[in-house]
Nanobody
Framework: QVQLVESGGGLVQAGGSLRLSCTTS????????MAWFSQHPGKDQVFVAA???????YYTSSAKGRFTISRDNDKNTGYLQMNSLLPEDTAVYYC???????????????????WGQGTQVTVSS
């Protein structure tokens, strides 16, 4: 019933920018945190960024200073603005949301129960 749909991925040159979007349907968006994970070729998913229901943000070290997570509750949409992209950012990016409105941690896959279909980001040299 709860659905998350990502968009905004694509092919970009190193140093370029993309903005990923994640739109939620099936429940109110505002009470829940949202996160982004990335899955690089042949590797497990890793945490990228998260934003709480109150707007607090969390980033992995490689994303800090380059990526910005935000949300627009009126549009039921979360965003990941990706600047200064690097080839190592190439991955499928998934948005995720928890079943509950609170979590003590933000960086584990198990913290999230609802997932989008993923959007491919490819960064060329």
């Amino acid at each position: 019933q709860v659905q998350l749909v990502e968009s905004g991925g694509g092919l970009v040159q190193a140093g370029g920018s993309l903005r990923l979007s994640c739109t939620t349907s099936g429940r109110p968006f505002s009470p829940y945190a949202m996160a982004w994970f990335s899955q690089h070729p042949g590797k497990d998913q890793v945490f990228v960024a998260a934003i709480s229901w109150s707007g607090a943000t969390y980033y992995t070290s490689s994303a800090k200073g380059r990526f910005t997570i935000s949300r627009d509750n009126d549009k039921n949409t979360g965003y990941l603005q990706m600047n200064s992209l690097l080839p190592e950012d190439t991955a499928v990016y998934y948005c995720a949301a928890p079943e509950r409105s609170y979590s003590s941690t933000w960086y584990h896959e198990r913290d999230y129960q609802y997932w989008g279909q993923g959007t491919q980001v490819t960064v060329s040299s």
